[in-house]
Protein backbone atom coordinates (compact mmCIF):
# COMPACT_ATOMS: atom_id res chain seq x y z
CA UNK A 1 0.00 0.00 0.00
CA UNK A 2 1.16 3.55 -0.70
CA UNK A 3 2.27 5.81 1.87
CA UNK A 4 1.03 9.16 2.37
CA UNK A 5 3.86 11.16 2.45
CA UNK A 6 4.65 13.23 5.58
CA UNK A 7 5.17 16.76 5.59
CA UNK A 8 6.93 17.01 8.51
CA UNK A 9 9.49 14.40 7.56
CA UNK A 10 10.19 14.96 4.65
CA UNK A 11 13.30 17.35 3.22
CA UNK A 12 11.64 18.67 0.48
CA UNK A 13 11.60 22.74 1.17
CA UNK A 14 9.04 23.01 -1.11
CA UNK A 15 10.24 25.49 -3.79
CA UNK A 16 12.56 24.08 -5.46
CA UNK A 17 11.86 24.55 -8.97
CA UNK A 18 11.66 28.03 -8.28
CA UNK A 19 15.09 27.64 -7.22
CA UNK A 20 16.02 25.84 -10.17
CA UNK A 21 14.45 28.64 -12.39
CA UNK A 22 16.71 31.23 -10.73
CA UNK A 23 19.66 29.11 -11.20
CA UNK A 24 18.44 28.84 -15.03
CA UNK A 25 18.32 32.79 -15.41
CA UNK A 26 22.12 32.67 -14.12
CA UNK A 27 23.35 30.12 -16.14
CA UNK A 28 26.30 31.13 -18.35
CA UNK A 29 27.00 34.52 -16.65
CA UNK A 30 28.67 33.13 -14.01
CA UNK A 31 29.92 29.47 -12.27
CA UNK A 32 28.09 26.67 -11.33
CA UNK A 33 29.70 27.77 -7.52
CA UNK A 34 28.61 31.13 -7.37
CA UNK A 35 24.79 29.86 -7.82
CA UNK A 36 24.41 28.87 -4.11
CA UNK A 37 26.00 32.08 -2.69
CA UNK A 38 23.99 34.03 -4.69
CA UNK A 39 20.69 32.19 -3.99
CA UNK A 40 21.90 31.49 -0.24
CA UNK A 41 22.28 35.31 0.26
CA UNK A 42 19.17 36.17 -1.43
CA UNK A 43 16.94 33.42 0.41
CA UNK A 44 18.25 34.46 3.46
CA UNK A 45 16.71 37.47 3.06
CA UNK A 46 13.47 36.48 1.60
CA UNK A 47 12.81 33.94 4.28
CA UNK A 48 13.62 36.66 7.21
CA UNK A 49 11.42 39.59 5.36
CA UNK A 50 8.59 36.89 4.94
CA UNK A 51 8.43 36.31 8.53
CA UNK A 52 8.90 39.90 9.46
CA UNK A 53 6.13 41.16 7.46
CA UNK A 54 3.75 38.81 9.12
CA UNK A 55 4.48 40.02 12.41
CA UNK A 56 4.71 43.23 11.10
CA UNK A 57 1.07 43.08 9.59
CA UNK A 58 -0.22 41.87 13.45
CA UNK A 59 1.49 44.46 14.99
CA UNK A 60 -0.05 47.33 12.49
CA UNK A 61 -3.66 45.49 13.06
CA UNK A 62 -2.94 45.95 16.83
CA UNK A 63 -2.94 49.76 16.58
CA UNK A 64 -0.32 50.34 19.31
CA UNK A 65 2.30 51.82 17.11
CA UNK A 66 5.06 49.18 17.79
CA UNK A 67 5.74 47.52 14.63
CA UNK A 68 8.77 49.05 14.37
CA UNK A 69 9.71 48.27 18.12
CA UNK A 70 12.57 45.50 18.13
CA UNK A 71 11.35 43.93 20.96
CA UNK A 72 8.41 42.91 19.90
CA UNK A 73 9.95 40.53 17.14
CA UNK A 74 12.40 39.23 19.54
CA UNK A 75 10.61 38.30 22.02
CA UNK A 76 8.79 36.14 19.68
CA UNK A 77 12.08 34.93 17.92
CA UNK A 78 11.30 36.89 14.75
CA UNK A 79 14.40 38.66 13.16
CA UNK A 80 13.98 42.16 13.08
CA UNK A 81 14.82 43.48 9.80
CA UNK A 82 15.68 46.93 8.88
CA UNK A 83 14.07 49.15 6.18
CA UNK A 84 16.54 48.58 3.52
CA UNK A 85 16.74 45.62 4.19
CA UNK A 86 13.31 44.41 3.98
CA UNK A 87 12.47 42.32 0.70
CA UNK A 88 9.84 45.09 -0.48
CA UNK A 89 12.53 47.31 -0.65
CA UNK A 90 14.91 45.40 -2.20
CA UNK A 91 12.08 44.66 -5.10
CA UNK A 92 11.75 48.25 -6.21
CA UNK A 93 15.43 48.07 -7.40
CA UNK A 94 14.91 44.55 -9.18
CA UNK A 95 15.14 46.41 -12.39
CA UNK A 96 17.88 48.95 -12.06
CA UNK A 97 21.95 48.88 -12.19
CA UNK A 98 22.05 49.54 -8.71
CA UNK A 99 20.07 46.97 -7.45
CA UNK A 100 23.66 44.49 -6.22
CA UNK A 101 24.52 47.87 -3.57
CA UNK A 102 21.74 47.92 -3.09
CA UNK A 103 21.69 44.31 -1.98
CA UNK A 104 25.04 44.56 -0.18
CA UNK A 105 23.95 47.64 2.00
CA UNK A 106 20.93 45.36 2.92
CA UNK A 107 23.55 43.05 4.39
CA UNK A 108 25.25 45.56 5.82
CA UNK A 109 22.34 47.23 7.64
CA UNK A 110 21.63 43.72 9.08
CA UNK A 111 24.80 43.23 10.21
CA UNK A 112 24.62 46.08 12.31
CA UNK A 113 21.33 45.18 13.81
CA UNK A 114 22.67 42.34 14.85
CA UNK A 115 26.68 42.73 15.45
CA UNK A 116 27.11 39.66 17.86
CA UNK A 117 25.41 37.22 15.88
CA UNK A 118 25.93 38.20 11.99
CA UNK A 119 28.78 40.51 12.23
CA UNK A 120 31.24 39.37 9.23
CA UNK A 121 28.87 36.62 8.27
CA UNK A 122 26.72 37.74 5.51
CA UNK A 123 27.56 37.77 1.98
CA UNK A 124 28.35 41.03 0.60
CA UNK A 125 29.74 40.78 -2.85
CA UNK A 126 26.54 41.30 -5.17
CA UNK A 127 28.19 44.79 -6.54
CA UNK A 128 30.80 42.89 -8.05
CA UNK A 129 31.47 44.73 -11.54
CA UNK A 130 31.02 41.18 -13.56
CA UNK A 131 27.70 40.11 -12.40
CA UNK A 132 24.92 41.01 -14.48
CA UNK A 133 22.81 42.68 -12.70
CA UNK A 134 19.72 42.39 -14.96
CA UNK A 135 19.85 38.41 -14.34
CA UNK A 136 20.25 39.41 -11.23
CA UNK A 137 16.93 41.72 -11.13
CA UNK A 138 15.31 38.92 -12.47
CA UNK A 139 16.22 36.24 -9.93
CA UNK A 140 14.82 38.75 -7.32
CA UNK A 141 11.71 38.78 -9.29
CA UNK A 142 11.93 34.99 -9.20
CA UNK A 143 11.81 34.86 -5.33
CA UNK A 144 9.34 36.98 -5.42
CA UNK A 145 6.80 34.71 -6.14
CA UNK A 146 8.27 31.92 -3.80
CA UNK A 147 6.25 31.62 -0.19
CA UNK A 148 8.97 30.16 1.99
CA UNK A 149 6.89 30.45 5.09
CA UNK A 150 5.02 27.83 3.45
CA UNK A 151 7.58 25.88 3.45
CA UNK A 152 7.27 25.37 7.05
CA UNK A 153 9.38 27.64 8.98
CA UNK A 154 10.96 25.09 11.88
CA UNK A 155 12.98 23.60 8.31
CA UNK A 156 16.12 24.14 7.94
CA UNK A 157 15.71 26.16 5.00
CA UNK A 158 19.22 27.60 4.58
CA UNK A 159 21.07 24.03 4.90
CA UNK A 160 18.41 22.52 2.28
CA UNK A 161 18.72 24.87 -0.30
CA UNK A 162 22.56 25.02 0.04
CA UNK A 163 22.66 20.83 -0.76
CA UNK A 164 20.16 21.26 -3.18
CA UNK A 165 22.65 23.49 -5.22
CA UNK A 166 25.69 21.16 -3.94
CA UNK A 167 23.95 18.07 -5.29
CA UNK A 168 22.43 19.96 -8.72
CA UNK A 169 26.07 21.65 -9.33
CA UNK A 170 28.34 18.85 -8.00
CA UNK A 171 29.58 17.85 -11.22
CA UNK A 172 30.23 21.82 -12.52
CA UNK A 173 31.42 22.84 -8.90
CA UNK A 174 33.92 19.47 -8.87
CA UNK A 175 32.20 19.14 -5.28
CA UNK A 176 29.66 17.23 -3.81
CA UNK A 177 31.01 15.13 -0.82
CA UNK A 178 29.08 17.50 1.93
CA UNK A 179 25.80 16.72 2.67
CA UNK A 180 23.59 17.58 5.34
CA UNK A 181 20.99 14.92 7.83
CA UNK A 182 18.07 14.62 7.01
CA UNK A 183 15.07 15.81 8.69
CA UNK A 184 13.26 12.30 9.61
CA UNK A 185 16.89 11.15 10.79
CA UNK A 186 17.14 14.54 12.94
CA UNK A 187 13.58 13.98 14.05
CA UNK A 188 14.36 10.90 14.96
CA UNK A 189 17.13 11.63 17.03
CA UNK A 190 15.76 14.91 19.13
CA UNK A 191 12.49 12.81 19.81
CA UNK A 192 14.55 10.43 21.67
CA UNK A 193 16.73 12.31 23.60
CA UNK A 194 14.69 14.85 23.95
CA UNK A 195 16.62 18.01 24.32
CA UNK A 196 14.19 19.91 26.90
CA UNK A 197 16.18 22.14 28.81
CA UNK A 198 20.22 22.80 29.23
CA UNK A 199 23.14 22.86 27.10
CA UNK A 200 22.58 21.51 23.49
CA UNK A 201 25.64 20.58 21.65
CA UNK A 202 27.10 19.78 17.96
CA UNK A 203 30.53 19.18 17.33
CA UNK A 204 30.40 19.02 13.66
CA UNK A 205 27.23 21.55 13.23
CA UNK A 206 26.88 22.13 9.51
CA UNK A 207 23.95 24.23 8.71
CA UNK A 208 22.89 23.72 12.05
CA UNK A 209 19.87 21.42 11.05
CA UNK A 210 19.62 19.73 14.34
CA UNK A 211 19.47 23.13 16.48
CA UNK A 212 16.78 23.73 14.25
CA UNK A 213 14.81 20.74 15.20
CA UNK A 214 15.55 20.74 18.45
CA UNK A 215 14.39 24.32 18.89
CA UNK A 216 10.79 23.23 17.06
CA UNK A 217 10.85 20.33 19.75
CA UNK A 218 10.89 22.51 22.48
CA UNK A 219 8.59 24.70 21.28
CA UNK A 220 6.02 21.92 20.31
CA UNK A 221 5.93 20.87 24.05
CA UNK A 222 5.02 24.44 25.42
CA UNK A 223 9.06 24.52 25.67
CA UNK A 224 11.12 28.43 25.39
CA UNK A 225 13.85 27.83 23.48
CA UNK A 226 15.10 31.15 24.52
CA UNK A 227 15.01 30.92 27.79
CA UNK A 228 15.21 26.72 28.21
CA UNK A 229 18.31 25.56 26.04
CA UNK A 230 21.70 27.34 25.60
CA UNK A 231 23.49 26.32 21.98
CA UNK A 232 26.99 25.49 21.60
CA UNK A 233 28.39 24.20 18.32
CA UNK A 234 31.77 24.04 15.96
CA UNK A 235 32.29 23.67 12.16
CA UNK A 236 35.56 23.37 10.27
CA UNK A 237 33.94 24.69 7.19
CA UNK A 238 33.72 28.57 6.82
CA UNK A 239 30.69 28.41 4.72
CA UNK A 240 28.85 26.15 6.87
CA UNK A 241 29.77 27.89 9.62
CA UNK A 242 28.38 30.93 8.61
CA UNK A 243 25.54 29.02 7.06
CA UNK A 244 24.48 28.27 10.60
CA UNK A 245 24.75 31.59 12.05
CA UNK A 246 22.58 32.81 9.72
CA UNK A 247 20.27 29.71 10.52
CA UNK A 248 20.22 30.28 14.00
CA UNK A 249 20.31 34.28 14.03
CA UNK A 250 16.68 34.41 11.86
CA UNK A 251 15.06 32.39 14.31
CA UNK A 252 16.22 34.35 17.41
CA UNK A 253 18.26 31.52 19.00
CA UNK A 254 21.73 32.99 20.49
CA UNK A 255 24.32 30.50 20.08
CA UNK A 256 28.36 29.99 20.80
CA UNK A 257 29.45 28.24 17.45
CA UNK A 258 33.13 29.10 18.92
CA UNK A 259 35.03 32.60 17.43
CA UNK A 260 35.64 30.83 13.82
CA UNK A 261 35.23 27.58 11.99
CA UNK A 262 37.90 25.34 13.18
CA UNK A 263 39.22 21.66 13.57
CA UNK A 264 36.79 20.19 16.34
CA UNK A 265 39.73 17.78 17.00
CA UNK A 266 43.04 20.32 16.48
CA UNK A 267 41.39 23.00 18.19
CA UNK A 268 38.49 22.07 20.22
CA UNK A 269 36.26 25.97 20.62
CA UNK A 270 34.77 24.66 24.25
CA UNK A 271 36.89 22.51 25.96
CA UNK A 272 35.16 23.22 29.12
CA UNK A 273 31.71 22.18 28.15
CA UNK A 274 29.74 19.42 29.33
CA UNK A 275 26.56 19.36 27.59
CA UNK A 276 23.29 18.19 28.69
CA UNK A 277 22.33 16.87 24.89
CA UNK A 278 24.67 16.24 22.16
CA UNK A 279 23.41 15.79 18.47
CA UNK A 280 25.62 15.05 15.79
CA UNK A 281 26.36 13.43 12.41
CA UNK A 282 30.16 13.76 11.86
CA UNK A 283 31.81 13.25 8.54
CA UNK A 284 31.71 9.29 8.05
CA UNK A 285 34.62 7.53 7.93
CA UNK A 286 36.94 10.34 8.07
CA UNK A 287 40.66 9.73 7.59
CA UNK A 288 43.66 11.85 8.05
CA UNK A 289 42.28 13.66 10.59
CA UNK A 290 45.44 14.73 12.84
CA UNK A 291 45.50 11.21 15.30
CA UNK A 292 49.08 11.16 15.40
CA UNK A 293 49.61 14.93 17.00
CA UNK A 294 46.69 13.96 19.13
CA UNK A 295 48.00 10.50 20.58
CA UNK A 296 48.29 10.94 24.53
CA UNK A 297 45.01 13.53 24.27
CA UNK A 298 43.16 13.03 27.24
CA UNK A 299 39.82 12.38 25.32
CA UNK A 300 40.57 9.03 24.58
CA UNK A 301 39.68 7.39 27.75
CA UNK A 302 38.37 4.22 25.67
CA UNK A 303 41.18 3.60 23.49
CA UNK A 304 43.61 5.66 20.73
CA UNK A 305 41.87 6.18 17.70
CA UNK A 306 43.08 4.70 14.33
CA UNK A 307 44.47 8.44 11.63
CA UNK A 308 42.58 5.88 8.98
CA UNK A 309 38.54 6.09 10.50
CA UNK A 310 38.00 9.21 13.12
CA UNK A 311 34.15 7.20 13.90
CA UNK A 312 35.60 6.30 17.76
CA UNK A 313 37.48 9.79 18.15
CA UNK A 314 33.96 11.89 17.38
CA UNK A 315 32.34 9.05 19.86
CA UNK A 316 35.15 9.69 22.17
CA UNK A 317 35.07 13.32 21.82
CA UNK A 318 31.15 13.66 23.12
CA UNK A 319 31.51 11.83 25.47
CA UNK A 320 34.23 14.12 26.99
CA UNK A 321 31.81 16.55 26.52
CA UNK A 322 29.03 14.77 28.15
CA UNK A 323 27.70 16.14 31.60
CA UNK A 324 26.82 13.10 33.98
CA UNK A 325 23.29 12.81 33.39
CA UNK A 326 23.16 13.92 29.82
CA UNK A 327 22.73 11.92 26.18
CA UNK A 328 24.42 11.56 23.15
CA UNK A 329 22.47 10.79 19.58
CA UNK A 330 24.88 10.65 16.91
CA UNK A 331 24.41 9.54 13.48
CA UNK A 332 27.29 7.08 11.84
CA UNK A 333 28.35 4.70 9.35
CA UNK A 334 27.38 1.42 9.95
CA UNK A 335 31.16 -0.21 9.71
CA UNK A 336 30.97 1.38 13.46
CA UNK A 337 29.34 -1.65 14.77
CA UNK A 338 31.28 -4.48 13.79
CA UNK A 339 34.68 -3.30 13.16
CA UNK A 340 37.84 -5.07 14.76
CA UNK A 341 40.55 -2.87 12.88
CA UNK A 342 42.87 0.08 14.15
CA UNK A 343 41.80 -0.69 17.83
CA UNK A 344 37.85 -0.08 17.25
CA UNK A 345 37.38 -3.29 18.41
CA UNK A 346 38.65 -3.07 21.19
CA UNK A 347 37.41 0.69 21.64
CA UNK A 348 33.93 -0.20 21.37
CA UNK A 349 34.11 -3.31 24.32
CA UNK A 350 35.41 -0.63 26.34
CA UNK A 351 32.98 1.90 25.68
CA UNK A 352 29.96 -0.99 26.22
CA UNK A 353 31.71 -2.16 29.11
CA UNK A 354 31.45 1.00 30.73
CA UNK A 355 27.89 0.94 30.40
CA UNK A 356 27.88 3.77 28.20
CA UNK A 357 25.53 2.43 24.96
CA UNK A 358 22.04 2.98 25.72
CA UNK A 359 20.71 1.85 22.22
CA UNK A 360 21.20 1.13 18.43
CA UNK A 361 19.40 2.02 15.71
CA UNK A 362 20.29 0.83 12.36
CA UNK A 363 18.54 2.37 9.68
CA UNK A 364 17.91 1.79 5.51
CA UNK A 365 19.79 2.65 2.64
CA UNK A 366 18.50 5.69 0.44
CA UNK A 367 17.87 8.22 3.29
CA UNK A 368 20.58 11.03 2.40
CA UNK A 369 20.71 12.84 -0.62
CA UNK A 370 23.90 12.88 -1.67
CA UNK A 371 25.23 9.98 -0.19
CA UNK A 372 23.68 6.09 -0.55
CA UNK A 373 25.62 4.44 2.12
CA UNK A 374 23.53 3.07 5.09
CA UNK A 375 24.01 4.32 8.53
CA UNK A 376 23.06 3.32 12.35
CA UNK A 377 22.03 5.98 15.42
CA UNK A 378 24.14 5.37 18.40
CA UNK A 379 22.09 6.64 21.65
CA UNK A 380 24.54 7.28 24.82
CA UNK A 381 23.58 7.77 28.11
CA UNK A 382 26.23 8.08 31.20
CA UNK A 383 22.80 7.50 33.88
CA UNK A 384 21.10 5.34 31.99
CA UNK A 385 17.51 4.28 33.72
CA UNK A 386 18.11 0.55 32.29
CA UNK A 387 21.76 -0.51 34.22
CA UNK A 388 23.71 -2.93 31.87
CA UNK A 389 21.17 -3.20 29.46
CA UNK A 390 21.29 -2.16 25.75
CA UNK A 391 18.04 -1.61 23.63
CA UNK A 392 18.64 -2.56 19.48
CA UNK A 393 16.27 -1.50 16.96
CA UNK A 394 16.25 -2.94 12.82
CA UNK A 395 14.68 -0.28 11.52
CA UNK A 396 15.83 -1.03 7.84
CA UNK A 397 12.67 -2.48 6.78
CA UNK A 398 10.49 1.04 7.69
CA UNK A 399 10.57 3.95 5.30
CA UNK A 400 8.79 4.81 1.72
CA UNK A 401 10.31 5.66 -1.46
CA UNK A 402 9.35 9.63 -2.28
CA UNK A 403 11.85 9.55 -5.59
CA UNK A 404 13.30 6.62 -7.73
CA UNK A 405 16.65 7.25 -5.32
CA UNK A 406 15.40 9.01 -1.98
CA UNK A 407 13.17 7.37 0.84
CA UNK A 408 12.17 9.05 3.95
CA UNK A 409 10.28 8.20 7.28
CA UNK A 410 6.45 8.97 8.35
CA UNK A 411 5.78 10.81 11.40
CA UNK A 412 4.59 7.43 12.66
CA UNK A 413 7.56 5.84 12.31
CA UNK A 414 9.81 8.29 13.76
CA UNK A 415 7.38 8.42 17.03
CA UNK A 416 7.32 4.35 16.82
CA UNK A 417 11.28 4.03 17.32
CA UNK A 418 11.16 7.25 20.10
CA UNK A 419 8.79 6.03 22.01
CA UNK A 420 10.24 2.20 21.90
CA UNK A 421 13.01 4.11 23.68
CA UNK A 422 10.37 5.77 25.77
CA UNK A 423 9.04 2.26 26.98
CA UNK A 424 12.23 0.98 27.52
CA UNK A 425 13.50 3.39 30.12
CA UNK A 426 10.57 3.06 31.85
CA UNK A 427 10.87 -0.85 32.28
CA UNK A 428 8.31 -1.96 29.96
CA UNK A 429 8.73 -4.98 27.41
CA UNK A 430 9.53 -3.67 23.86
CA UNK A 431 10.94 -7.37 22.66
CA UNK A 432 9.50 -7.50 19.16
CA UNK A 433 10.42 -10.08 16.89
CA UNK A 434 11.96 -8.32 13.94
CA UNK A 435 11.86 -5.47 15.34
CA UNK A 436 13.54 -4.34 19.03
CA UNK A 437 15.41 -6.58 21.58
CA UNK A 438 16.71 -5.47 24.87
CA UNK A 439 20.09 -7.00 25.63
CA UNK A 440 22.58 -7.20 28.42
CA UNK A 441 26.15 -6.29 28.26
CA UNK A 442 26.88 -10.52 28.88
CA UNK A 443 24.87 -10.87 25.63
CA UNK A 444 26.45 -8.46 23.77
CA UNK A 445 29.83 -10.02 24.83
CA UNK A 446 28.49 -13.21 23.53
CA UNK A 447 28.45 -11.30 20.34
CA UNK A 448 31.90 -9.97 20.70
CA UNK A 449 30.44 -6.64 21.02
CA UNK A 450 29.22 -6.54 17.33
CA UNK A 451 26.54 -3.97 17.78
CA UNK A 452 24.25 -4.74 14.99
CA UNK A 453 20.96 -4.53 15.52
CA UNK A 454 20.18 -7.95 13.04
CA UNK A 455 22.39 -10.02 15.42
CA UNK A 456 19.75 -9.47 18.21
CA UNK A 457 16.36 -9.07 17.26
CA UNK A 458 15.60 -11.94 15.26
CA UNK A 459 13.74 -12.12 12.12
CA UNK A 460 9.90 -11.45 11.99
CA UNK A 461 7.76 -14.42 11.61
CA UNK A 462 5.90 -15.19 8.23
CA UNK A 463 2.10 -14.85 8.76
CA UNK A 464 0.53 -18.04 8.45
CA UNK A 465 -1.57 -18.60 5.61
CA UNK A 466 -3.01 -21.37 6.59
CA UNK A 467 -2.87 -23.92 3.55
CA UNK A 468 -1.24 -27.89 4.86
CA UNK A 469 2.41 -28.30 3.90
CA UNK A 470 1.70 -31.30 1.29
CA UNK A 471 -0.92 -29.14 -0.70
CA UNK A 472 1.41 -26.11 -0.52
CA UNK A 473 3.80 -28.17 -2.35
CA UNK A 474 2.07 -29.82 -4.85
CA UNK A 475 0.43 -26.54 -5.83
CA UNK A 476 3.82 -25.07 -6.21
CA UNK A 477 5.36 -27.72 -7.94
CA UNK A 478 3.06 -27.47 -10.52
CA UNK A 479 3.16 -24.26 -11.04
CA UNK A 480 6.96 -24.86 -11.59
CA UNK A 481 5.71 -27.78 -13.89
CA UNK A 482 4.17 -25.86 -15.58
CA UNK A 483 6.35 -22.71 -16.34
CA UNK A 484 9.48 -25.56 -17.18
CA UNK A 485 6.89 -26.21 -19.88
CA UNK A 486 6.43 -23.07 -21.13
CA UNK A 487 10.22 -22.48 -20.87
CA UNK A 488 10.52 -25.22 -22.94
CA UNK A 489 8.64 -24.03 -26.21
CA UNK A 490 9.79 -20.56 -25.83
CA UNK A 491 13.33 -22.04 -26.42
CA UNK A 492 12.01 -24.34 -29.03
CA UNK A 493 10.50 -20.74 -31.29
CA UNK A 494 12.96 -19.05 -30.68
CA UNK A 495 15.66 -21.73 -32.12
CA UNK A 496 13.12 -21.91 -35.39
CA UNK A 497 13.23 -18.01 -35.55
CA UNK A 498 16.79 -18.05 -35.59
CA UNK A 499 17.41 -21.04 -38.17
CA UNK A 500 14.67 -19.01 -40.24
CA UNK A 501 17.78 -16.14 -40.67
CA UNK A 502 20.33 -18.69 -41.23
CA UNK A 503 21.64 -19.20 -37.50
CA UNK A 504 21.72 -22.63 -35.67
CA UNK A 505 21.93 -23.12 -32.03
Known amino acids: M??????????NIGFEDQLWNAACILWGSMNAENYKNITLGLVFLKYISERF?????ELVAEGEGFEEDKDEYTSKSIFYVPQKARWNYILQYASKPEIGRVID?????????????LQGVLPKDYAKPDWDKIK????????????????DNDRDVLGRTYEYFLTKFSTQAGKGGEFFTPPCIVRILVNTIKPFHGKVYDPCCGSG?????????????????????????????????????????????????????????????HPLLKADYILANPPFNLSKWGANALATDARWKYGVPSDSNANFAWIQHML???SVNGRIGMVLANGSLTSNSNNEGVIRKNIVEADLVEGIVSLPAQLFYTVQIPVCLWFFSKSKQQSKKTLFIDARNLGYMVTRTQKEFTEEEILRIANTFDDFRTGK??????FSKVCTIDEIAKQDYMLTPGRYVGTEEKEDDGEPFEEKMTRLTSELSGLFEESHKLEEEIKKQLG????EI
Open 136 to 151: LGQVIEEFSNIMMMAA
Open 429 to 434: EVDSLG
Open 320 to 322: SHL
Open 105 to 117: DAMVEIEKEYPKQ
Open 209 to 269: GMFVQSAKFINEHSGNVLHDVTIYGQDANPETWRLCKMNLAIRGISSDLGSKADDTFAHDQ
Open 500 to 503: AIGY
Open 53 to 57: DERHK
Open 2 to 11: AQKKDNKATG
